[in-house]
């Protein structure tokens, strides 16, 4: 009788100490590794937490304010612009496109040929040939000073070359005329983006 008492105790002392050691395990995040984190990463948004109206981009050596935004959305695909003011009298901008990854271009307005349209493949601008990579219309929505009504519906067209270089077609109404700009891709990685009320150098 007296080892049948024995071996129950052994027994409830073996499974508290079981108890405790899966409570324990648990406590401490079960044993796991730590998730990896993106080294490119400048926060819980990533390299362009805080872009918005009023925040400034950095880059190249150059300081640009955001002004406004346009978000666009076309059957849920979406992508910002973000109007910037570079210190002159060109249309300066950012865009943004997230629906397959982040892709990132700086962009300016140019002066164009009246002819110069996006009705073909390929089209010629400054001897470079520019080919077609999407068109169509999306619905857009504004922030800011941006020069257009708070929504709307815009029509695009993107072209592409070599060496990075973008051709851009856009207008705000199916009878207006185009505008034309051109742009450069960058890595979102190299851009620093101060909030607004943050000044440039990280100070508030």
């Not at 079960?30 to 490119?40: H, K, Q, R, V």
């Not at 109404?173 to 620093?192: K, N």
């Amino acid at each position: 009788m007296g080892q049948v008492i024995v071996v129950i105790v052994v027994v409830l002392l073996a499974a508290l100490v079981l108890v405790w050691a899966r409570r324990k395990v648990a406590a401490d995040g079960g044993g796991l590794l730590p998730a990896p984190s993106d080294p490119l990463a400048e926060g819980p948004g990533g390299p362009l937490e805080g872009l918005g109206v009023g925040a400034v981009v950095s880059h190249g050596g150059h300081d640009y304010v955001v002004r406004g935004e346009i978000r666009f959305n076309e059957d849920g695909s979406k992508w910002t612009e973000y109007h910037l003011d570079a210190g002159g009298d060109v249309k300066t901008w950012l865009s943004v496109d997230v629906s397959d990854g982040t892709d990132v271009a700086f962009w300016q307005g140019v002066e164009a040929p009246g002819d110069l349209a996006p009705d073909r493949g390929s089209v010629t601008h400054e001897g470079r040939t520019y080919k077609k990579i999407e068109s169509g219309r999306a619905a857009y929505a504004t922030v800011g000073t941006t020069g257009l009504p708070p929504s709307g519906q815009a029509w695009y067209a993107d072209y592409t070359a070599e060496g990075g270089r973008l051709l851009g077609f856009e207008r705000w109404s199916q009878d207006g005329s185009w505008e034309v700009s051109t742009g450069t891709a960058v890595a979102a990685h190299l851009l620093e983006i101060y909030p607004a009320g943050t000044a440039a150098g990280g100070a508030a």
